[in-house]
Nanobody, 121 residues
C-alpha cells in the first residue's frame, strides 16, 4: 500500500514559479518509480515527470527545461519545481507512484488527492 499527499499548489501569474511537495509512505516506497501527472478540465491526463530509485528523471516535452522533479528519501518527500509557468500549465497536479520495469510517464496505479495549480496571463 502507498500513501501520497500533495501540497504547494496555488495561483501564480505567467512567468512565475511554484514548488509542489508530496509526502509519501508505503512498502518499498523508495524503490518505486514516482512522478507527477496533471489533468485539466476537458483535457487528457498528461504525465509530467518521473524519477526512479536511482534518481534518473524523465520529462514531458511540454515541461522540459522548466520543471524539475526531485526527491528527498530521508524526508520521504517528492518535489516538483515549476518555473516559467504559463496558462497552459493550469491543471490539477497529482503525485503518483508505481512498480514498473520502466519508469515512464504513463499508467500510475497510485496517486494522491491532487493539488490545483492555476496560472493567469
Amino acid at each position: 500500500q502507498v500513501q501520497l499527499a500533495e501540497s504547494g499548489g496555488g495561483s501564480v501569474q505567467a512567468g512565475g514559479s511554484l514548488r509542489l511537495s508530496c509526502a509519501y509512505s508505503g512498502s518499498f516506497i523508495n524503490r518505486r518509480c514516482m512522478g507527477w501527472f496533471r489533468q485539466a478540465p476537458g483535457k487528457e491526463r498528461e504525465g509530467v515527470a518521473a524519477i526512479d530509485f536511482r534518481s534518473t528523471t524523465t520529462y514531458a516535452d511540454s515541461v522540459k527545461g522548466r520543471f524539475t522533479i526531485s526527491k528527498d528519501a530521508a524526508k520521504n518527500t517528492l518535489y516538483l519545481q515549476m518555473n516559467s509557468l504559463n496558462p497552459e500549465d493550469t491543471a490539477m497536479y497529482y503525485c503518483a507512484a508505481k512498480v514498473a520495469s520502466k519508469c515512464d510517464l504513463v499508467d500510475w496505479p497510485y496517486r494522491g488527492q491532487g493539488t490545483q495549480v492555476t496560472v493567469s496571463s
